[in-house]
C-alpha cells in the first residue's frame, strides 16, 4: 500500500459527459501528480501541483482541469467527454520541494468513455 | 531537455531465463534513475533505484547499475519466474518536479 488513495476505481460514463477523479496523497506529501495511461501506452504526464498551486503542466487537453486543495487532495475534472478519454488515470505524490526521490502511485482510476 | 529511451517490447521469456530490459537516458544535471513496475490490474511501484553515479540498486533479484558514462540504467534479473510478468518503466528524476518515464516494457514470463 502505497499511502496514495484514488477513487472511484472505476467509472463507467457516456460521450460528452464530465467526471471527476479524486486523489489523497500521502500524509504530508505536498506534491501531487496526475497521469493517463492508454491502452499499449506509456505514461502521459498531465500534470503536477505543489502545495495548493500548479508547479507543471505536461499533455493535459483543454477539456481537462486539475486543482489541489487546502487539505491536499487532488481532484482531476475530465469534461465534454470523447472515447478515446477512456484510460486508466494514475495520481502519485510526493513530499516536495527539495525531495528528488520516487514518486508513490495510487492505484489508478479507470475510465470508460462509451 | 530531459528523456528516457526504453527497449521495445513486449519480451518473452521461458522461466529462469536472464532477464535484461535496456534503459537509456539523456538529462540535464545529475538526476535519479527508477525502474518501476506495474503488475496486471495494478498502480506503479517502485522496484528500484539508484541516486548517483556508480550506484547498483536492487531488489527481489533485479538489478540496475548507473552508468553514467553511457547514459545508461539497464535492468537485469538472472532467472525470471513466472510472477515477474509484468509492465516494467525506466525512469528518471532531476529535481523536485516532473518524472520522466520510458514508454514500459511488457514482461511475459512462460512456464
Known amino acids: 500500500d502505497s499511502g496514495v488513495t484514488q477513487t472511484p476505481k472505476h467509472l463507467i460514463t457516456a460521450t460528452g459527459q464530465r467526471v471527476t477523479l479524486r486523489c489523497s496523497p500521502r500524509?504530508?506529501?505536498?506534491?501531487v501528480y496526475w497521469y493517463q495511461q492508454s491502452l499499449d501506452q506509456g505514461l502521459q504526464f498531465l500534470i503536477q501541483y505543489y502545495n495548493g498551486e500548479e508547479r507543471a503542466k505536461g499533455n493535459i487537453l483543454e477539456r481537462f482541469s486539475a486543482q489541489q486543495f487546502p487539505d491536499l487532495h487532488s481532484e482531476l475534472n475530465l469534461s465534454s467527454l470523447e472515447l478515446g478519454d477512456s484510460a486508466l488515470y494514475f495520481c502519485?505524490?510526493?513530499?516536495?520541494?527539495?525531495?528528488?526521490?520516487?514518486?508513490?502511485f495510487g492505484e489508478g482510476s479507470r475510465l470508460t468513455v462509451l | 531537455g530531459n528523456s528516457v529511451t526504453q527497449m521495445e517490447g513486449p519480451v518473452t521469456l521461458s522461466e529462469e531465463a536472464f532477464l535484461t530490459i535496456n534503459c537509456t537516458y539523456t538529462a540535464t544535471g545529475y538526476p535519479s534513475l527508477f525502474w518501476y513496475v506495474q503488475y496486471p490490474g495494478e498502480g506503479l511501484q517502485l522496484l528500484l533505484k539508484?541516486?548517483?553515479?556508480?550506484d547498483k540498486g536492487s531488489n527481489k533479484g533485479f538489478e540496475a547499475t548507473y552508468r553514467k558514462e553511457t547514459t545508461s540504467f539497464h535492468l537485469e534479473k538472472g532467472s525470471v519466474q513466472v510472477s515477474d510478468s509484468a509492465v516494467y518503466f525506466c525512469a528518471l528524476s532531476t529535481g523536485a518536479n516532473n518524472l520522466f518515464f520510458g514508454t514500459g516494457t511488457r514482461l511475459t514470463v512462460i512456464p
Open positions: 500524509s504530508g506529501d505536498l506534491s
Open positions: 539508484a541516486t548517483k553515479a556508480d
Open positions: 502519485a505524490s510526493r513530499p516536495g520541494t527539495g525531495y528528488t526521490g520516487e514518486l508513490f
